[in-house]
């Protein structure tokens, strides 16, 4: 009954010598199979993450596409409601109306002996308080352009006649004069 115990000496040999030599000489056989092992897991996951890649990059751009197509939308409603654009026969939003402020009644008065209501540079600048527009010097042109449908020939005139003499915005004075003829 004698047992069969390596002495620690022996074991330390097994361990480091002949247990990495035994390794060396089983990967030389079993390499190969090793390798495509590792090819084939590695292949399916760049597959698959090349898929995803891929379905992202197209869910995007027809995202941002989607975006920019309701931006334009938006730019072009914009811009015909401003009167900068052919309207097409549409008529002005809602939000526009409500935010065109009652006209004053303190609107300076047309000339009444048949002269033109042109400005000339000897005329002296009419004054912002009597136009029928509050705080007309604050705004945006795109902020009086909305305001001008619901006024009266007068005060259109007083209007035309306070921005040519200052700052003479196009888009403004524009507006003004598709709207004369109407009035």
């Known amino acids: 009954m004698t047992e069969r115990t390596p002495n620690p000496l022996a074991r330390a040999v097994e361990l480091f010598v002949f247990a990495p030599l035994g390794l060396a000489l089983s990967a030389r056989d079993h390499l190969p ?7 084939q897991q590695f292949t399916g996951q760049v597959t698959l993450a090349k898929m995803m890649g891929e379905f992202a990059v197209k869910e995007g751009q027809r995202q941002a596409a989607e975006q920019v197509t309701k931006l334009k939308a938006q730019a072009e409603q914009g811009l015909t409601e401003l009167g900068l654009r052919g309207t097409g026969g549409a008529t002005p939003t809602p939000r526009a109306e409500q935010a065109r402020p009652v006209a004053a009644t303190s609107a300076p008065p047309a000339p009444s ?4 209501a042109t400005v000339t540079a000897a005329a002296p600048r009419p004054r912002a308080e009597g136009l029928a527009i509050p705080g007309y010097d604050t705004l945006s042109a795109s902020q009086v352009v909305q305001r001008l449908d619901g006024l009266s020939r007068d005060e259109l005139e007083a209007v ?3 921005e040519a003499s200052g700052r003479g915005r196009k888009t403004v004075l524009t507006k003004i004069a598709q709207l004369q003829p109407a009035s």
Do not use: P
Not at 33 to 39: D, H, I, N, T
Not at 113 to 116: F, T
């Open 113 to 116: 002996n048949g002269a033109s």
């Open 33 to 39: 199979e090793l390798v495509e092992k590792g090819r």
């Open 160 to 162: 035309r006649a306070y």
